[in-house]
């Protein structure tokens, strides 16, 4: 990780043509320091984040306060740290009476906080949760006592993540997590903050502008999906093709423990609905052995969504499973013990994560706690099927091969489709591929769950999510929707994004078809369609030239006569 | 470590911490004599003195320098 220095020397840096995102940073106590981390890091991250930071100590005024500066600066994100130092002056000054009620009353005010946030401007919530402070008051006796506050302390922070949990526009960035990891006496140093009133030392800055900047990636779709891992002391310790699957090292003794812990780790990564694809050079046979066979094997084949095992390089064999997955490279993690093999990919794939796992694979899986690498804004039960869903596109892959004619395949599929509007049911799920799509994203507007739910409430728009299921298997909500009643004639289609794995379907045009007869019954002449270009959407350029529209001056918008239209082919029906 | 030694080593590390290769310490400069050297980057400058010669400061000390010669002196009352 680079250090403050480091950090600031990029803040003389060309920001322009980066994505540009405007933050506002309220904090208790001197945040400039913090401010010029996370500006920092934002570059190294690929964003140009434009950063109002309040005067100091600032927080209620700016919230409580209409006019502020910060409701004219309408930032996307607002950046709220309350120091634990604050937090225990607070509860210092209380007469004895409130302490047992100090949490509760701290977090109905973090609570007006962000219900004022919210009505006046649409941008999400970045709370610091505290870092502990035992004061020793009581000693141990404080975990008994509950008006101590260490007590009051972690109540709230336990408060602020069911909080967080039932607002979906308010996130956590866990600074007490990194003050577990680096201890206390790295994160805050007397001296600045006497000096200061800083309470991060400024070798913990570059880890909380990581932290921070780690969910704010996410929310801009920057989220890794996909972990891609080597077998032979990776996965286990030892060779299989040398060492025979008895002596391969797993289980409870001595190091194979370390191996066993990581493959519950990948296990509960894949549960999270991570990606689990092999890449091993191995005979694929051997390599499927301790799968089938070792008792103590962690991870099973139906685990595992893309199993690669030969002799070919691996850089050839992970374009082969990033055209399986048809995922972004940059999505992609990439596990291996071999220095080489990780040099190789890392100079031949631009984007993957390759981390430099250590030496000794004892520390493997505490290195891997480090780096985060799999933040994320969004969790909804589907993400647990995704696994299967893959696996059973390399089943219609095998299929397609046997029907010569296209649409025989398609029509063999008995494809059905759900079409609804948003709805509390779908929102998360809505929510997450609005991050998460990137290659077949019209426009690349994301939207979060509290967007969704002020749209789904909205009358001046349509929204629409379609599932889509087919006799190998259902693929869940697959595709969205949102159209903008721009004028009396023109219906504007705000956003359009599809999940990748329903490529070559024809839900293009079932979703076309849709789109003309909602504009035709409420009375709209035209339907205009957009296309905003990024790095990584150039697969839909000519979406809208492909479907018939007609181009308006050039200029990536497109118009389409919805009473000029005749209905696409396609062999999907409503369900 | 002689006074002069210590400056030098003080001189590289003002050049990395305010970016800056033009600045040449003496005993006499202050604050006002080096672009940038506000109290914000004063903090940084002193921690990254901390790590050269592994020692720490007292808070008072932070703040009690009046010039370079000063902060020299009391890196070196420090015993390295």
Redesign the interface.
Known sequence: MKS??EL??NL?RNFSGLKSIKVALLGDTAT??LQQALRGTGYDYGYDLQIFEADFNQIERQVFDPSSELYEFKPEIVIIFQSTHKLNSKYSKLKPDYYGSFADTQLEIISNIRTTISSNLNAKIIFYNFPEIDDSVFGNYANKTEISFLFQLRKLNYQLMVFASQNPDFYICDLSSIQNQFSKSVVF????Y???E?VL???ILPEVAAKTLDTIGAMNGRVRKCLIIDLDNTMWGGIIGDDGLENIQLGTLGIGKAFTELQYWIKKLKNRGVILAICSKNTESIAKEPFEKHPDMVLHLDDIAVFVANWENKVDNIKKIQSTLNIGFDSMVFLDDNPFERNIVRENIAGIVVPELPVDPADYLEYLYTLNLFDTVSYSNEDTERTKQYQTEAKRLVEQSVFVNEGDFLKSLNMLSLVEPFNNFNTPRVAQLSQRSNQFNLRTVRYTEADIEKLSKSDKSHTLSFTLEDKFGDNGLICVVILEKESTDVLFIDTWFMSCRVLKRGMENFVLNTLVAIAKENGFKYLKGEYIPTPKNEMVKNHYLNLGFISENDNNVWLLDVNNYSPKKNFINTK | MEKIDVLKKVNAVFIDVLDNEDIVLTYETTADDVEDWDSLNHIQLVVAIEKLFKTRFTSQEIQSWKNVGEMLDCIISKGV
């Open positions: 403050f220095s600031k020397k003389k400039q320091f140093q007397t001296s600045i006497i000096n200061t800083m030392s400024i070798d």
